[in-house]
């Protein structure tokens, strides 16, 4: 086992997640920062080694004395050298064990935000500013935070050696202090703009890669590459003033130190000539006033990342804290199919649009629906509403009783089927994605793939349910993975069925076995939603719901809702058909 990955840990409160993990660090940060204190303490000895050095080894031309200091300082600092070492794998140990604690509910969280902003919110963010946060940790300028506290200490010595060369150090520290503030403050602005503008950017090439057949086949590659250019050039004009303004503060700041220290070799110079301090103390305080700045430097020099890293914190504990998912802890039993929409209202993901307003409406277990309607009238938000998959507003849809939002979605998938409009095949074998990449059962496997018609094509194929497919099914035509797609849907025992367009790119043969599908799942007892705009597949269904503009136009037998639409044009608003 890797030393340095540590196993994972169970969370009981997904929501204080962050918090969590670093609390189960603390012990590792508290080893750092007794490291530091030991590493600070060590740093004095050089210092003193030269004081030493000068005032009694050379004034006294004592050879053992020189030999037993420099035996001391060679123990002192290779004791420093295994403490750094140690705190470095410390920090490496951390920044792995953080990964793995947080890498499971950071990839949930992602899901669930590109989830229900319907795609508007890259997935992958939460893990990128984990990686983010990972590196820092890692990195070896975080150790200037813990050395910086130690500062003090030096500045304690220089003024034992001297009061004006303690005086220097203290005005010199708070000069750099003073510089390290400016550029945080001149920069905050700049960098979290700046950032903001590259995930805007990132988001919307996410986006263009998805419809590149669109963007290529009607020329629009140049018009939006342009309209992408053009954020990433905002973004990069902001970082590159953050970066100036940092730039010229960390060059002054490192001309500064250099010009400070040397300074102070002359006022040692000076005072060691009017004899109020010694030539050795002249050489020490210039030392010890080199290491007090240094972690105010080094400080400097991170500032970027460690904005970026504080960033990145404040944004995966909104992520984690704003979770949305509500499921119930508590396992229920096994449900049966009925389904209530309760007076649902539904918005957008991330907007108060609403798209679906005030629908009730109730079928038995057993019962094919069919959802009809004009363009934009809100079937495929009641098809993502039914699974739980949006939450609602207003009201709910409660499955046996219970509201599917807040089911356990691991515990219920199994008994749901959803074929969406854009089917996803993903990559891996046939078998595999019919079986929903769970523990593959080849009986039903083969149950579904003949009971969706596909069986005998699956076998045509060289490795049969075995054959791999590209990300997306790209090596299957439309038809083949729209079957492929309702295999998977029906496969096992769902007892909610939403079918979204299932026939959009079925042939005849095609569409026959979908009838003969849905016949299979009424007697099996499943309730079953189809979405469509062809009139073949209505001959299955029990019931029909009609929608008009997000409203419930008409619902009820099949047949009687026809004969009513066949008299009104357009449709009556909010008419039960009985």
Known sequence: MNRHILPPLHFPHPHSTLEQALKLCKNSFLSV???????????????????????????????????????????????????????QDIMRRVANRLDILLATPLFDVGYRQAVFSGGLVSGAQPLHDLKVIRQFVSNNGLFAFFDAPWVPLYLIVMFAFD?????????????????????????????????????????????????????????????????????????????????????????????????????????GAYLAIKQEISPGMMIAGSILLGRALAPIDQMLGIWKQFAEAREQYKRLNASLHNDHLLESEMSLPTPQGEVLVDNITVTAPGSNTVLLHDI????????????????????????????????????????????????????????????PQDIELFEGSIGDNIARFGPRDPD???????????????????????????????????????????????YGSPRLVVLDEPNANLDHQGEMALLDTLQMLRRDGASVFIITHKTNVLAAVDKLLVLADGSLSMFGPRDAVLAELNRHAPPPKLKEVV
């Open 360 to 419: 009730h409406f109730q079928v038995r277990a057993g019962t094919i629906t069919g959802i009809i309607g004009p363009s934009a009238a809100g079937k495929s938000t009641l098809a993502r509403a039914l699974l739980g998959i949006w939450p609602c507003a207003k009201g709910s849809v409660r499955l046996d009783g219970a509201d599917i939002f807040t089911w356990n979605k691991a515990e219920l998938g199994p008994f749901i089927g959803y074929l």
């Open 33 to 87: 920062a007794a490291f530091s204190m030991f590493i600070n303490l060590a740093m004095l000895v050089p210092a003193i080694y030269m004081l030493q050095v000068y005032d009694r080894v050379v004034v006294g031309s004592s050879l053992p004395t020189l030999y037993v200091l420099t035996l001391l300082m060679l123990v002192f600092m290779a004791a420093m050298g295994l403490l750094d070492w140690a705190r």
């Open 444 to 490: 039903k496997v083969v149950v579904a793939a003949r009971n969706a018609g596909i069986h005998e094509m699956i076998l045509r194929l060289p490795q049969g349910y075995d054959t791999r497919l590209g990300n997306g099914g790209a090596n299957l035509s439309g038809g083949q993975r729209q079957r492929l797609g309702i295999a998977r849907a029906i």
């Open 163 to 267: 009061v004006w060369i303690g005086v220097a150090g203290v005005l010199s520290a708070l000069l750099l202090i003073a510089i390290t503030v400016a550029n945080e403050r001149l920069t905050r602005k700049s960098l979290k703009e700046s950032g903001q503008e590259y995930e805007e950017a990132n988001a919307s090439l996410n986006r263009l890669y998805r419809n590149g057949e669109v963007i290529a086949a009607m020329g629009m590659l140049g018009h939006i590459r342009q309209r992408w250019l053009n954020r990433i050039k905002s973004a990069m004009l902001k970082q590159n003033a953050a970066a100036d303004t940092s730039s010229m503060l960390t060059a002054l700041s490192k001309t500064l130190r250099i010009v400070i220290q040397s300074l102070i070799l002359g006022l």
